[in-house]
């Protein structure tokens, strides 16, 4: 019997991201939802940790050249400040 993986150590690492990224996202709509003080921390815990573990896998990809990422310019910096400004007065957070 063959215990190699049928997939490729990119296949794999790209998996692991992707299932830190659905992580993450349960943990954060888990802490908002959650009532009871003392889970609400561990899963506050829990999703720091999670991200913390996402962001190594990232880098891991990024230092390997498999995950792209294009540079913002400046230009949509600008905008997307500006856009953030105009939330936060409309909703005065």
Not at 51 to 60: I, K, R
Request: proline share 2%; charged share 25%; glycine share 2%.
């Amino acid at each position: 019997m063959n215990n190699q993986p049928n997939m490729s150590e990119k296949e794999l690492i790209t998996d692991l991201l992707n299932e830190e990224k659905h992580l993450v996202k349960q943990y954060a709509s888990d802490v908002v939802e959650t009532a009871c003080p003392s889970l609400r921390r561990i899963i506050t815990t829990n999703l720091t940790e999670c991200a913390t573990d996402q962001h190594c896998v990232f880098d891991q990809m990024l230092q390997r050249s498999w995950y792209k990422i294009k540079g913002a310019q400046d230009q949509d910096v600008n905008t997307a400040k500006q856009d953030m400004q105009q939330l936060r007065s409309q909703t005065g957070i």
